[in-house]
């Protein structure tokens, strides 16, 4: 029975995780895609590995906060078989809402599918008290304020990429010495979000001489290595190219650009992986974590499985490689406008938020984010015409997403708990 | 539909540039007119007369097609109503050429031997003004592109600093013209100097226009 109902769930986990990477993918990469920085077959399978690696390697952060953080597992506590047809019926319920809306063309987001429906059941099962109300407000208002962060950090990127780069008499001068920096940061911001406690997975043995001090080490080390690389790479490509016409260095320049914007996008896509693998395997944490017991308790202080990490990256990568590059074409076809300069300041904004949203056990929308920073861009007088619309259209989309995944999942539970624990 | 792929719009720029250049075409036409109308060759003022019409409305129809991949919903880089109006004065530089190969088409006028010099003198100046706005509005990709700020903002705000004085110098060359005009009025009929004037209305009109144009261009740049 346990085993069953282990692989059932993460059949709906590996399902969900399929719908991420076929939908949500191609928002990653949609910077480097639109400018065509690289070719749709790069940006699948640079997408696939860094969403593969952010989600094994950072992703147990939010995938705790899905599994126990919003519906508190000892308000269930004495009935370890509910908490667990919840969380199933959960997944379910997130999935099925996520098809219907993508079915009616509506962009809808995993991650708020998934806490609308974590907080359905919750309520259901166990009453109103059963929701952790202070951390469902914390998430909440990370909806609100990660667009707003990402497009307030982008509008200052490209104020800094337009002013001592491209605003220069010789941008192609300027260029080498200032895009290091911005190599620097996003290099520095990956790296510790992955090493310290990211890389513990992976290293047999725990890795104990991996500490605090060590990790910011070694990330500046890979940041300073990095920051060099891309200066000697941009100054030989530039070499001799300032004495040109202004409009011939701005292409070059832009040129240079080409290169970090694949390498910004791939960081998206490892944000994107980090945060909303959890949208897919964090019931099934929990219900592998239940039923692991044979039914009998609720663990809270367990880490999540490396097994059920790997399932929702691979389920992530099945998702980009069976139906993400129709989505990744069709959204690479229609931005055009954004230029690698753009591109990387967006970038850069939205990993930041995104991964430190992750190691705040924020379940975030990168979409969103995006959406954000590259609004800032705009702000800045970087773009040539955005959409003001799709503000309204996000905060409509989780206005009508929380309630409706949330009621699909109260419908599933009831039916659910009417068959099986009756 | 995703929702980044919601997010864009067209630029105005690209289309802007070419809506620019398109202006820029008629008004390269502005010498040849006035050439063909001192030598009298009214075969070759049908031919440009032609050439001009069409090419000011392909001018109309990019300037149509901006506006109407540009619905209130997006978000722009520069004022919306400036950018409007910018498009609008440039479309007028081109309307102002076509009136001036109108005005040479419908009748055949003969440029008075004492005129030709300062008429010529004239549609330099006025063609020259143009080419200082075009050449600055070809800029506006690499404006966009730097944000409009910087260096390039700077450069294409100073090349068009000096438009107005120019417009100026056209305005004093017209009103030499007009003088020249009445002090040949008894060697010439009624018909032919309201046709003069004409010319010489549709000219200065293209001036004003490109003055206009270039302020609306440096409004732009600063935004406000």
């Known amino acids: ?422 | 539909m995703s929702l980044i792929q919601e997010l864009f719009g067209e630029s105005p720029f690209e289309p802007l540039v070419e809506h620019t250049q398109k202006v820029h075409e008629c008004v390269e036409l502005i010498t040849p007119l006035m050439d063909a109308a001192i030598e009298g060759d009214y075969e070759e003022i049908h031919r440009l007369q032609d050439t001009v019409s069409e090419t000011e409305y392909e001018a109309d129809q990019v300037k149509n097609l901006i506006r109407e991949n540009l619905p209130r919903r997006y978000f722009l880089p520069v004022e919306r109503e400036d950018l409007d109006h910018f498009l609008h004065c440039q479309d007028s530089i081109a309307d102002s050429v076509e009136d001036f190969a109108v005005v040479l088409f419908i009748r055949r006028t003969e440029i008075h031997p004492d005129l030709v010099d300062d008429f010529r003198e004239f549609v330099e100046q006025v063609v020259q003004v143009c080419d200082t706005l075009m050449t600055a509005a070809e800029e506006m990709q690499d404006l966009a592109e730097t944000g409009f700020g910087g260096a390039e903002a700077d450069s294409v705000r100073e090349s068009i600093s000096g438009l107005g004085e120019d417009e100026w110098k056209a305005d004093r060359l017209q009103r030499k013209i007009s003088k020249q005009i009445y002090e040949l009025e008894d060697e010439l009929d009624p018909m032919t100097i309201i046709f003069y004037e004409k010319m010489l209305k549709a000219l200065s009109e293209i001036t004003n226009g490109a003055e206009n144009t270039g302020e609306l261009l440096r409004q732009m740049i600063i935004k406000h």
């Open chain 1, 1 to 422: 029975m346990s085993i069953l109902f282990v692989v059932i769930t993460a059949a709906f986990g590996l399902y969900m995780a399929w719908n991420i990477g076929a939908n949500d993918v191609a928002n990653s990469m949609a910077d480097a895609v639109g400018s065509r920085s690289i070719s749709l077959k790069g940006a699948i399978i640079g997408a696939g590995i860094c969403e593969f690696a952010g989600a094994v390697l950072v992703g147990s952060h939010v995938t705790n906060t899905v599994r126990k953080g919003i519906v508190s597992p000892e308000a269930l506590g004495g009935n370890p078989e509910a908490f667990a047809l919840g969380m199933a019926c959960a997944l379910l319920a997130a999935a099925l809402w996520l098809n219907c809306a993508s079915w009616v063309g509506m962009p809808v987001s995993t991650t708020h599918s998934i806490v609308g429906a974590v907080v359905g059941f919750g309520v259901i099962s166990a009453g109103i008290g059963a929701v952790d109300w202070t951390k469902m407000g914390q998430i909440v208002a990370s909806w609100f304020i990660s667009p707003v962060v990402g497009g307030v950090m982008a509008y200052l990127f490209f104020l800094i990429i337009a002013r001592l780069i491209l605003g220069r008499r010789k941008p192609a001068k300027a260029a080498p010495r200032i895009a290091p920096f911005i190599a620097f940061f996003a290099t520095m911001v990956v790296c510790l979000a992955t090493v310290y406690k990211g890389l513990k997975h992976i290293i047999s043995g725990g890795a104990s001489w991996l500490t605090g001090d060590v990790a910011i080490g070694i990330s500046l080390a890979v940041s300073i290595i990095v920051a060099l690389v891309a200066h000697i790479l941009i100054k030989r490509y530039l070499e001799g190219q300032e004495e040109r016409a202004m409009h011939d260095q701005l292409r070059a320049v832009e040129k240079c650009f080409a290169p970090m914007v694949v390498v910004t996008s791939c960081s998206v896509a490892f944000a994107h992986g980090s945060n909303d693998v959890a949208n897919a395997i964090g019931p099934l944490a929990a219900v592998v974590d239940v039923a692991g017991t044979g039914f009998q308790t609720v663990h809270t202080e367990v880490t999540v499985p490396f097994w059920v990490l790997t399932l929702g990256g691979f389920g992530i990568f099945l998702g980009l490689a069976t139906f993400g590059h129709r989505v990744m074409m069709t959204v690479g076809r229609k931005i055009t406008q954004i230029s690698p300069s753009r591109g990387v300041a967006a970038d850069v904004a939205a990993t930041t938020t995104v991964l430190v949203c992750s190691r705040l056990k924020l379940p975030v929308s990168t979409t969103h984010t995006l959406v954000g920073a590259i609004l800032g861009v705009g702000l800045a007088r970087g773009l040539g015409a955005l959409n003001r619309q799709v503000v309204q259209n996000i905060f409509g989309s989780w206005l009508l997403t929380v309630p409706a995944a949330a009621f699909l999942s109260v419908l599933l539970y009831s039916l659910g708990s009417f068959i099986f624990l009756a």
